[in-house]
């Protein structure tokens, strides 16, 4: 009796302690869920995470709350979200720098943009926008051509070296020969102060971050590099202006690498119900984004696709960090 009680006790501790499996987590989510932003409170990466957390929050019954960790134009808080705990109650979101062209510039980044994730899905996409000062003698690529030739390099901003603002921008120089100065900001929210408080006069921005700008009159855009957005439909592409470049960039949700499979489907559902909601669809657009889900397995493979198209890229705009 007593080697009967003593061999269920060892059990029963051993049931208790033992790792969990992917099948305890049909409860998920049972507590708190944080979005860690790799971008500055106030920029449009922090503004969709913060609608995206609200409505998925809702449907997932529990609050997602967020962490900004900003730094080396989004790679420091994407490391992070790499290394966190892989059960789905660290969530991320990632643009076009931190997972497609940092793992095509950075002669070493301390995460892969590939095996280190689950992607979650994609969230929509937009374009980059090339804004100045409305004192800015130019209001399009051919009159920044034509002041480019008379002086010294322009400068311009964006939130980084290696991101995508700053790809734009040497693209639009190799390709236009427009002569530009990069100048490289802690964020996009940073820049855009900058730019509104008129001490610099040129920026690459992201459509999120600068659609309310423009449309309110206080900043002006000279031209869309990744495609002309139905938000800002009277703003020419750098291809409708003659420079032969476009390609699309997206916005997608990440979890650390092996999250249980339950999970993922939890997080792609609730966010695949945020982005067709009218009410968010609405929003993402006047912040120049087009809602557009595509399921995680997906865009994994079009993101692995778009780090080899992209490496070209920073070879011909001679962008690489070491």
Known sequence: MKFRTMMLSLLTLALVTMPARADDATDYPSRKIRMLLPFAAGGGGDVIGRLLADKMGKRLGQTIFIENRTGAAGTIGTQQAATSPADG??????????????????????YDAIKDFTTIGRIGTSSILLVAT?????????????????????????????????????????????????????????????????????????????????????????????????????????????????????????????????????????????VDDPEIVEKLLALGVT?????????????????????????EAKIEIK
Request: charged share 20%; proline share 5%.
């Open 89 to 110: 109650y660290t969530i991320t979101i990632g643009g076009m720098t931190t997972h497609v062209l940092a793992p095509a510039s950075y002669a070493s980044l301390p």
């Open 134 to 274: 409305n004192d800015f003698a130019a209001d399009d690529l051919r009159g920044l051509t034509e002041i480019s030739k008379k002086g010294d390099p322009i400068l311009y901003g964006s939130w980084g070296v290696g991101s995508t603002g700053h790809f734009c921008g040497e693209i639009l120089s190799q390709k236009a020969g427009v002569r530009l100065e990069h100048v490289p900001f802690s964020g996009a929210a940073k820049l855009a102060n900058d730019l509104l408080g008129g001490h610099i006069k040129l920026g690459m921005l992201d459509m999120a971050t600068a659609t309310p700008f423009v449309k309110d009159g206080k900043l002006k855009a000279l031209a869309a590099c990744g495609g002309r957005s139905p938000s800002l439909p009277q703003v020419g592409s750098y291809k409708d202006q003659g420079v032969d470049f476009e390609r699309s960039l997206s916005w997608v949700m990440y979890a650390p690498a092996g999250i249980p499979d339950i999970v993922a489907r939890k997080l792609s559902t609730a966010l695949k119900e945020a």
């Open 291 to 315: 809602a557009d889900f595509v399921p995680g397995d997906q865009q994994r493979d079009i993101n692995a696709r778009d780090i080899e198209a992209w490496k070209k890229v920073a070879v």
